[in-house]
């Protein structure tokens, strides 16, 4: 049997206890709720067969079926068994069950390839079939247009296609085998092309004026500054001042019809010359009063893709006006306009020729301007204002909704981070009391109430930690915790006040303050809704992210009472651009989970004093330089992290120091050196040395470890395995140069190291199967271990006998490149 969920019990409680008589249920409460408590049981009962109705229910269909019943959904089509994924992967293989009959309708076709490698591996996909791009001589019986003689320098993007599944080029046949000599070219071979990153997206509201208040999933572009001064209409999305965000195509797929696939369906990165293109046919055909011409418009459409601007001008009560395409410049902003502060002019002059109303007239010219609003980049995610025109008022906010490229769902951004470890039902117990702020200045309830109400909507991050440290300090005895939840309902920027510009958090004994971007769910009331007084409302973790432009400086309120602990703190879905530092005793546990902490060149979490039984948590984040030794005192704590990415960040020395720290690491990549006082690790890549002061306690397992590092035991790493099978060939010990040849051939090569990079840690194609496949359960190591990809790329080749003609050889390509690589190609 299935046992029913609390919130199933409570529900069924809840509907049962409805049923009684408002005077029955009037005198039980009185009493204390017994029969109540009597319901509860009978409900539970109840509940626990519902659940197993529901469970065989969704049994019958294998997209609702549990996990366990899908191997007899394969079994009853047949389905070639695939290499089971990691929990956590992101992707099963459901997929690819319900569809394998229409594979086997369509067996030996290109368009079946591209359909396996979405649903056995989740990519976005290309087959490409290489005997149609072999160079031919032409003949007038059998005329092939697309296969020039040479390369096609107009309209430009020959050298952005060129060695990708849209390449046109032609080419003389390579008769090397595609799937193990890196072949290509040859009449019997197909390439399975595809793209590693995924594109979690922040969605466009619909409509054209909208208000603040439907605006809040949308992110907001900070100031690009000049040095540190604000230039007027200089926007931009990176967090960081002055950084790049590269933006990519969401995944179109599903827009194709079952189709074959795209370029425009794919997830990967926007270029600006197709843009720039689609942009000016949108403003021609805007002034010569006619539709588009078909086939020049394939980018931008009616949802918002793949990007959707949204300005407010200074105007009073102004609403946010949503930019259409064809008021949008496409533009290279890698670098600042020279001079300083130049702007796109307001409009754009064009002229056209129309046929003349009698034979033998010269054709008609006209000449028009086209409206720009702005100029854009979508390579650097930088924006231009045009200068207003009176009575137009200047544009002072600029939101867009877009999608960026991740190798997994880490750090801060709209990922769904709902999960049974956080609170998600805000409900008052004996035990526990909330005190609530919703950070929303849309809100019409914002800044009403006072600081010492349980539940209040403010209009600042500021605001709302003002109001967490106006309570109590010390908790009376025998009183109930407090647990505090600062949602941030917007995906807002807040600079901090002052200087140094800091965001104070000051953490009460006893307590657990969580500081969360979410969205905020007022409870429901109504009739037939029996109403809680004690539930404040609900926090869904999903579509928002919050930036805070400052540090976090978290102090103690005061000391924890005798045999009392210093308070919680728990940041989730934040980025903060100047990273977080830890007063003396200021709490007894940090949890950092799904954020971006970084503090460029300097420290992202640090302390300020020796940690005193302190535990420092972090989970899926993205994070700078950690430096948690405060001078040479003893410290007491532990840190442990997880599915994250860990940086130096522009620092010259170590990522992680923690030499007085136990630490453990699972699923990490550490771009830089380390030092620990003891380390239980798996599945890590320690790209610079790692320098562990108690090797007598702990192991390293399945990890890349750099030279000069010195470890507790080891259990198959690199380069461990690498030297150890060299030897066993030679038959004898390696010598010097011998063993720092299989070093290196098993040493990490990542796509990018900059954190502000899409590709960021992750590994290259070329990189050894001793790291690629050397983790745990034949993962990878590293940060992006659990995405499994090369396990889902090996599932994809090995279903390619099955589904190539006999006398074919296919073989997957990756596409996926470094961001040096494609700003070269996409430089127009």
């Given at each position: 049997?299935?046992?029913?969920?609390?919130?199933?019990?409570?529900?069924?409680?809840?509907?049962?206890?409805?049923?009684?008589?408002?005077?029955?249920?009037?005198?039980?409460?009185?009493?204390?709720?017994?029969?109540?408590?009597?319901?509860?049981?009978?409900?539970?009962?109840?509940?626990?067969?519902?659940?197993?109705?529901?469970?065989?229910?969704?049994?019958?269909?294998?997209?609702?079926?549990?996990?366990?019943?899908?191997?007899?959904?394969?079994?009853?089509?047949?389905?070639?068994?695939?290499?089971?994924?990691?929990?956590?992967?992101?992707?099963?293989?459901?997929?690819?069950?319900?569809?394998?009959?229409?594979y086997r309708r369509g067996k030996g076709t290109a368009r079946v390839l591209e359909a396996l490698a979405a649903d056995v591996g989740g990519f976005g996909a290309v087959a490409v079939e290489y005997f149609m791009r072999l160079a031919r001589t032409q003949h007038l019986i059998d005329l092939r247009p697309e296969r020039p003689g040479t390369a096609a320098l107009v309209p430009g993007e020959t050298a952005a296609r060129t060695a990708t599944a849209f390449d046109r080029l032609p080419r003389l046949a390579d008769l090397r085998s595609i799937a193990r000599a890196a072949g290509r070219?040859?009449?019997?071979?197909?390439?399975?092309?595809?793209?590693?990153?995924?594109?979690?997206?922040?969605?466009?509201?619909?409509?054209?004026?909208?208000?603040?208040?439907?605006?809040?999933?949308?992110?907001?572009?900070?100031?690009?500054?000049?040095?540190?001064?604000?230039?007027?209409?200089?926007?931009?999305?990176?967090?960081?001042?002055?950084?790049?965000?590269?933006?990519?195509?969401?995944?179109?797929?599903?827009?194709?019809?079952?189709?074959?696939?795209?370029?425009?369906?794919?997830?990967?990165?926007?270029?600006?010359?197709?843009?720039?293109?689609?942009?000016?046919?949108?403003?021609?055909?805007?002034?010569?009063?006619?539709?588009?011409?078909?086939?020049?418009?394939?980018?931008?459409?009616?949802?918002?893709?793949?990007?959707?601007?949204?300005?407010?001008?200074?105007?009073?009560?102004?609403?946010?006006?949503?930019?259409?395409?064809?008021?949008?410049?496409?533009?290279?902003?890698?670098?600042?306009?020279?001079?300083?502060?130049?702007?796109?002019?307001?409009?754009?002059?064009?002229?056209?020729?129309?046929?003349?109303?009698?034979?033998?007239?010269?054709?008609?010219?006209?000449?028009?301007?086209?409206?720009?609003?702005?100029?854009?980049?979508?390579?650097?995610?930088?924006?231009?204002?045009?200068?207003?025109?009176?009575?137009?008022?200047?544009?002072v906010e600029v939101r867009i909704a877009y999608g960026y490229g991740i190798g997994r769902e880490i750090g801060a951004g709209p990922q769904d981070r709902n999960d049974d470890s956080v609170p998600f039902d805000i409900l008052d117990t004996a035990e526990l009391r909330h005190f609530v702020r919703i950070v929303d200045a849309s809100d019409a309830r914002s800044g009403a109430g006072t600081a010492a109400d349980p539940l209040r909507w403010v209009a600042t991050l500021a605001a709302a930690l003002a109001d967490w440290a106006a309570l109590t300090p010390v908790l009376p005895a025998?009183?109930?915790?407090?647990?505090?939840?600062?949602?941030?309902?917007?995906?807002?920027?807040?600079?901090?006040?002052?200087?140094?510009?800091?965001?104070?958090?000051?953490?009460?004994?006893?307590?657990?303050?969580?500081?969360?971007?979410?969205?905020?769910?007022?409870?429901?009331?109504?009739?037939?809704?029996?109403?809680?007084?004690?539930?404040?409302?609900?926090?869904?973790?999903?579509?928002?992210?919050?930036?805070?432009?400052?540090?976090?400086?978290?102090?103690?309120?005061?000391?924890?009472?005798?045999?009392?602990?210093?308070?919680?703190?728990?940041?989730?879905?934040?980025?903060?651009?100047?990273?977080?530092?830890?007063?003396?005793?200021?709490?007894?546990?940090?949890?950092?989970?799904?954020?971006?902490?970084?503090?460029?060149?300097?420290?992202?979490?640090?302390?300020?004093?020796?940690?005193?039984?302190?535990?420092?948590?972090?989970?899926?984040?993205?994070?700078?330089?950690?430096?948690?030794?405060?001078?040479?005192?003893?410290?007491?704590?532990?840190?442990?992290?997880?599915?994250?990415?860990?940086?130096?960040?522009?620092?010259?020395?170590?990522?992680?120091?923690?030499?007085?720290?136990?630490?453990?690491?699972?699923?990490?990549?550490?771009?830089?050196?380390?030092?620990?006082?003891?380390?239980?690790?798996?599945?890590?890549?320690?790209?610079?040395?790692?320098?562990?002061?108690?090797?007598?306690?702990?192991?390293?397992?399945?990890?890349?470890?750099?030279?000069?590092?010195?470890?507790?035991?080891?259990?198959?790493?690199?380069?461990?395995?690498?030297?150890?099978?060299?030897?066993?060939?030679?038959?004898?010990?390696?010598?010097?140069?011998?063993?720092?040849?299989?070093?290196?051939?098993?040493?990490?090569?990542?796509?990018?190291?900059?954190?502000?990079?899409?590709?960021?840690?992750?590994?290259?194609?070329?990189?050894?199967?001793?790291?690629?496949?050397?983790?745990?359960?034949?993962?990878?190591?590293?940060?992006?271990?659990?995405?499994?990809?090369?396990?889902?790329?090996?599932?994809?080749?090995?279903?390619?006998?099955?589904?190539?003609?006999?006398?074919?050889?296919?073989?997957?390509?990756?596409?996926?490149?470094?961001?040096?690589?494609?700003?070269?190609?996409?430089?127009?």
């Open positions: 049997m299935n046992a029913p969920s609390a919130a199933r019990i409570e529900a069924a409680t809840e509907d049962f206890y409805g049923l009684l008589p408002a005077h029955i249920r009037t005198v039980d409460a009185a009493r204390g709720s017994p029969l109540k408590a009597l319901v509860a049981i009978l409900a539970g009962g109840a509940a626990e067969v519902d659940a197993e109705i529901d469970t065989l229910l969704d049994s019958l269909f294998v997209d609702t079926a549990p996990e366990g019943a899908i191997a007899d959904f394969a079994a009853l089509v047949a389905a070639e068994p695939l290499r089971p994924l990691p929990e956590g992967a992101g992707h099963n293989a459901r997929a690819y069950i319900a569809n394998t009959l229409q070219h040859h009449v019997p071979y197909v390439g399975v092309h595809l793209l590693r990153p995924i594109v979690p997206a922040f969605p466009a509201p619909p409509g054209t004026n909208i208000a603040a208040a439907d605006m809040n999933g949308v992110p907001a572009a900070r100031p690009w500054l000049n040095g540190t001064t604000v230039v007027p209409g200089y926007f931009q999305l990176a967090a960081q001042p002055g950084e790049a965000l590269r933006l990519f195509n969401p995944d179109r797929r599903a827009e194709s019809g079952g189709g074959r696939v795209i370029e425009t369906d794919l997830r990967n990165r926007l270029k600006r010359l197709p843009l720039h293109l689609e942009t000016e046919e949108l403003r021609r055909a805007l002034l010569e009063v006619r539709p588009p011409r078909l086939g020049d418009t394939p980018w931008f459409d009616d949802t918002g893709q793949p990007f959707t601007l949204f300005v407010r001008t200074a105007a009073a009560g102004a609403l946010f006006e949503r930019v259409p395409p064809d008021q949008i410049l496409i533009a290279n902003l890698e670098a600042m306009p020279t001079p300083i502060g130049a702007r796109p002019a307001a409009a754009k002059a064009y002229s056209w020729f129309t046929n003349a109303a009698t034979g033998g007239a010269p054709p008609d010219l006209h000449n028009g301007n086209a409206k720009i609003r702005c100029g854009f980049d979508p390579v650097t995610g930088r924006l231009i204002t045009a200068p207003p025109v009176a009575p137009a008022k200047e544009i025998g009183s109930p915790g407090r647990r505090g939840m600062i949602v941030l309902a917007r995906c807002d920027r807040e600079a901090a006040a002052g200087s140094p510009a800091d965001f104070p958090v000051a953490i009460h004994p006893g307590t657990e303050l969580h500081i969360v971007s979410a969205q905020w769910r007022d409870k429901k009331t109504g009739p037939g809704v029996v109403d809680n007084p004690n539930r404040r409302g609900f926090v869904v973790r999903k579509a928002r992210r919050f930036t805070a432009d400052g540090r976090l400086r978290v102090t103690a309120s005061a000391p924890p009472p005798a045999g009392g602990r210093p308070g919680v703190l728990i940041v989730d879905g934040l980025e903060v651009t100047a990273g977080l530092s830890l007063a003396a005793g200021a709490l007894s546990q940090l949890a950092v989970r799904h954020c971006t902490l970084r503090s460029p060149a300097a420290a992202a979490l640090e302390t300020t004093a020796a940690l005193r039984q302190a535990d420092i948590r972090i989970d899926r984040s993205i994070v700078g330089r950690i430096r948690l030794d405060f001078g040479a005192g003893p410290a007491a704590g532990t840190l442990a992290v997880s599915g994250s990415l860990v940086s130096a960040d522009g620092f010259a020395g170590d990522a992680i120091t923690a030499a007085t720290i136990d630490a453990g690491l699972k699923d990490v990549t550490i771009l830089g050196g380390s030092a620990f006082k003891s380390l239980e690790a798996t599945n890590v890549i320690f790209a610079g040395p790692a320098l562990v002061t108690r090797r007598q306690t702990g192991c390293v397992r399945y990890s890349s470890i750099a030279p000069d590092s010195k470890m507790p035991k080891r259990f198959r790493c690199q380069p461990d395995l690498a030297i150890q099978a060299a030897e066993a060939r030679k038959g004898s010990p390696l010598t010097a140069a011998e063993r720092s040849a299989a070093t290196l051939g098993v040493t990490p090569i990542f796509l990018d190291t900059g954190l502000n990079e899409p590709t960021a840690a992750m590994l290259h194609p070329l990189t050894s199967a001793g790291i690629a496949s050397g983790g745990e359960g034949d993962c990878e190591m590293g940060v992006f271990a659990p995405s499994a990809e090369r396990l889902r790329m090996s599932n994809i080749e090995s279903l390619f006998d099955d589904y190539v003609p006999f006398g074919l050889e296919a073989g997957l390509i990756d596409d996926t490149r470094s961001t040096a690589v494609a700003l070269r190609r996409n430089r127009p």
